[in-house]
């Protein structure tokens, strides 16, 4: 089975621009969530997604927003990139909570850095 | 607010000794917790979880210890390889599928 693909890996975006990361989850996968990791704030939340709806959020501001397509394919989307928003996003899948696990999954993620 | 935290930065150790990596959580809430090992250039791994109502979980050469008494957590690898080596995370998870991290651990192992 194959494991989360994101893309892209890598990205060099500049200032007030805005940026779109794809995550697509494992097979038979129906909740996706997504993290930004920096070596500051380590790993930390940003939302998650299940059957399209979102079902959690991370202490982000507004310009960070996601969604989930009937595909379980995900997009988070950054606007008004901001010199801090440089870091690796990871994207993790789960089967959701109605399987009764928590397991998730995570992807390669997306070097994003922003000049 | 919730946070998970680690007590050692860094661990160095022996090829073929054991390792034991520790996590305080606050949250006595959280009742899923697991362990993630991170290889550079990598997403997260897991490596085992354990739910609140244990206290004891074992897997391949790797041993997870729940004290929920002091909200403390150790991932425990016997035997260490230098394959390893790489930073190790705790994770909590409370109410819905959000998890929280640990600040992590980096693991050297020396030949």
């Known amino acids: 089975k ?10 060099i975006k500049t200032r007030g621009q805005q940026v779109t990361l794809s995550c697509s989850p494992i097979s038979g996968h129906r909740s996706v969530s997504w993290y930004q990791q920096t070596p500051g704030q380590g790993l930390q939340f940003l939302f998650e997604y299940f059957s399209e709806t979102q079902r959690n959020k991370g202490n982000f ?3 960070f927003s996601g969604r989930q397509f009937s595909n379980s394919r995900s997009e988070m989307n950054v606007s008004t990139l901001e010199l801090g928003d440089s870091a690796l996003y990871l994207c993790a899948s789960s089967t959701g909570p109605t ?7 995570f992807g390669p993620g997306t070097r994003l850095t922003v000049t | 607010g919730e946070s998970v935290g680690l007590h050692l930065p ?9 390792s034991i990596i520790n996590c305080a959580y606050s949250n006595s809430a959280s ?5 993630y090992k991170q290889e550079s250039g990598k997403g997260p791994q897991f490596i085992i979880d354990i739910r609140s109502n244990m206290d004891k979980r074992q897997g391949q050469r790797v ?3 729940l004290n929920k008494t002091v909200k403390h957590l150790s991932l425990q690898i016997a035997a260490t390889q230098p394959g390893d080596s790489a930073v190790y995370f705790c994770a909590e998870k409370a109410a819905g599928n959000k998890l929280t991290f640990g600040g992590g651990t980096r693991v050297l192992v020396k030949p």
Do not use: H, K, M
């Not at chain 1, 399987?99 to 999954?105: A, K």
């Not at chain 2, 860094?10 to 054991?18: I, R």
């Not at chain 2, 009742?31 to 362990?35: G, S």
């Open chain 2, 31 to 35: 009742d899923y917790f697991i362990w």
């Open chain 1, 61 to 63: 501001p507004g310009r």
């Open chain 1, 99 to 105: 399987q009764g696990t928590y397991e998730q999954y």
């Open chain 2, 10 to 18: 860094t661990l160095s150790v022996q090829e073929g000794d054991n």
């Open chain 1, 2 to 11: 194959a494991g989360v693909t994101q893309t892209p890996r890598y990205l």
């Open chain 2, 63 to 65: 041993t997870v210890l």
